[in-house]
């Protein structure tokens, strides 16, 4: 079951020496080398293990989160160049900019499902022609598929969100594993495309 939002610390602390996500990974792989002044945005961005990745990698980064403690955790990160703007909103209220990489690991899915069109409009429009777009999208088949307030799909509409995108992967994924440290019935969608 999803956690409150006072819970969000301790998940945080919980994933805080994880690598980055392997669907994070194969979207820098697909970008490839990241050029001066190149725009990121990470959406959903949690505990900030991607955030400094993409600054790391040389992008100027928006992270974007509606979660204080993430903020906090946001302020830590190295950014002695002035690269990353930190937004504090909620995914579906939070203006995009323009950007080359558009990454949401494990966040769309907690938009609720009556505001989910019009997120995905705004992710698209955000990446750039030639862009790489990749995101998690949680299945209809998943443990928490009876939670009214998070957004499901099946592979049907997998497809059609990514309707006009040059599709690089499609990666479905059916496990049991742990969702903060509880056993979870997993059913998830890795998308990888470029605008």
């Known amino acids: 079951m999803p956690m409150d939002d006072d819970r969000w610390a301790d998940y945080y602390a919980y994933v805080g020496s994880r690598p980055v996500r392997p669907l994070f990974a194969r979207a820098l792989q697909e970008f490839g080398e990241v050029t001066p002044g190149a725009v990121a945005v990470d959406l959903g961005c949690g505990s900030g293990i991607e955030t400094r990745a993409l600054l790391e990698a ?33 995914m579906q209220d939070a203006a995009l900019p323009s950007a080359r990489l558009v990454y949401a690991g494990f966040s769309l899915p907690f938009c609720p499902p009556e505001r989910f069109d ?20 949680f299945g209809v088949r998943d443990a928490w598929a009876d939670e009214p307030d998070l957004t499901f799909v099946t592979r049907e509409g997998v497809l059609d969100l990514s309707a006009g995108l040059d599709v690089r992967s499609v990666h479905e994924i059916e496990e049991e594993g742990q969702a903060f440290a509880r056993p979870k019935h997993w059913h998830r969608f890795e998308l990888v495309a470029r605008a």
Do not use: K, N, Q
């Open 58 to 90: 040389g992008f100027a980064v928006t992270a974007v989160d509606s979660s204080d403690d993430s903020m906090r955790i946001l302020g830590d990160l190295p950014d002695p160049d002035g690269r990353l703007t930190a937004v504090h909103r909620a």
């Open 118 to 137: 019009g997120l995905w409009s705004a992710v698209r429009a955000s990446v750039e022609p030639g862009g790489v777009l990749a995101v998690d999208l």
